[in-house]
């Protein structure tokens, strides 16, 4: 069985008479990356500041490869964080940027291709101030990525990129977890980009964990799904399939709950009665879990 490389257990913070964390457990594992969600306020930034070292729960512990962290700081060694947002020395380039930061770590490795790896090596004299905020966020995640770290945390990766620019980073942290077997952390209000990356996820509401899992798992339980038709199905049909509404009716929408296999099961018997669907629409996951928590 794969050891988690950290793992969290029963952590509780709390600021003043304010609990922020209420008994949240969970692992990271190599090759998987966890998506963290949740609204304003869940709890999410301070897990996240917990990992750091930036502050410490008053109960529970972290455990790096099944060893219980002495310090807060002891996971440096193996993480790379990109937490509210990226700093820069803005008057110095990017390749200057991240010679700094490597010196500081005592880092070997080549400047020049972690500029190639999230794509901003045609850059690397270019003076930070001069970059978009894609070309930030990219050298924010070469910081992050600097001694080649077994875990990397990030904080809202994809906050006001173009669809290009995003989609580069979304294939990036799905390569770096597949073929440099890193364990991934990642918090996003993006919720469909999150769930094309994502392997697991957990879904903080009040400080607590409402849901927790794999995503593939959960993709097997029944969903909110939407059947377009050209025209109005026979009711009787429909009903056989279960209960569910008619949402709209120009066109024809019929919203129901279903699992994949029922789905299929039910798109074959009404193409055999000559009324199949021109389109399914399958909720998102992450979307119908967290609407769970919106009152």
């Avoid at 692992?27 to 750091?52: E, H």
């Avoid at 700093?87 to 930061?101: S, V």
């Avoid at 509401?205 to 025209?231: L, M, N, P, R």
Wanted: charged content about 20%.
């Amino acid at each position: 069985m794969v050891e988690p490389i950290v793992e969290a257990r029963n952590l509780e913070l709390s600021y003043g008479r304010q609990k922020v964390i209420d008994d949240v457990s969970f692992q990271l594992y190599p090759g998987r990356v966890l998506a963290l969600i949740g609204p304003n306020g869940a709890g999410k930034s301070s897990i996240m500041r917990i990992l750091a070292g930036l502050v410490i729960p008053e109960k529970g512990k972290l455990l790096l490869h099944g060893k219980t962290l002495a310090s807060p700081s002891g996971i440096h060694h193996n993480a790379g964080f990109f937490i509210e947002g990226p700093d820069f020395y803005k008057h110095l380039n990017a390749r200057q940027n991240l010679l700094l930061l490597q010196g500081i770590r005592r880092d070997h490795q080549s400047v020049y291709e972690l500029m190639r790896v999230v794509g901003i090596d045609y850059a690397a004299g270019k003076k930070v101030r001069k970059f978009s905020n894609g070309m930030k966020q990219r050298l924010g995640i070469a910081q992050a990525l600097l001694g080649d770290p077994a875990l990397l945390v990030l904080d809202e990766p994809f906050n006001g990129l173009d669809p290009e620019v995003k989609q580069f980073l979304m294939d990036l942290i799905r390569q770096l977890a597949l073929e440099k077997n890193k364990a991934i952390l990642v918090s996003s209000h993006l919720l469909t980009d999150l769930e094309a990356i994502a392997d697991d996820f957990i879904l903080l509401s009040q400080g607590q964990v409402h849901a927790a899992g794999s995503i593939s798992d959960y993709k097997h339980q029944k969903q909110t799904v939407c059947f377009w038709f050209e025209k109005e199905p026979p009711s009787t049909l429909l009903a056989e399939s279960g209960p569910g509404k008619i949402i709209h009716s120009q066109p024809w929408c019929w919203q129901t709950q279903l699992d994949i296999s029922e789905t299929a099961e039910a798109v074959k018997k009404w193409a055999s009665a000559g009324c199949a669907p021109y389109e399914i629409e399958r909720a998102d996951l992450l979307h119908s879990k967290y609407s769970e928590i919106i009152p």
